[in-house]
């Protein structure tokens, strides 16, 4: 399972992060009306994958929890 949560790290956020971004120009531009048409769906595509993969992205180990429930230790 962490080779699929790593896999969301490394490429989907980023890829997710892209999508967004260019919804946002699409959305700006004036030539093409069927980007400007659909600039607000490519930006909500990209924020939904943008949120599942943080979802499911990497969680802390339990030794991870533990430290930080240690007194004295600094978040």
């Known amino acids: 399972m962490s080779d699929?949560?790593?896999?969301?790290?490394q490429r989907v956020q980023p890829f997710a992060e892209i999508t967004m971004v260019l919804g946002i120009i699409a959305l700006c531009q004036p030539w093409n009306?069927?980007?400007?048409r659909y600039g607000l769906t490519i930006v909500i595509v990209g924020l939904v994958a943008f949120m599942l993969s943080g979802w499911v992205g990497k969680h802390p180990s339990p030794q991870?929890?533990?430290a930080r429930?240690?007194?004295g230790a600094h978040a």
């Open 4 to 9: 699929f949560r790593g896999f969301l790290a």
């Open 33 to 36: 009306m069927f980007l400007h």
């Open 64 to 66: 991870e929890v533990d």
């Open 69 to 71: 429930d240690e007194p």
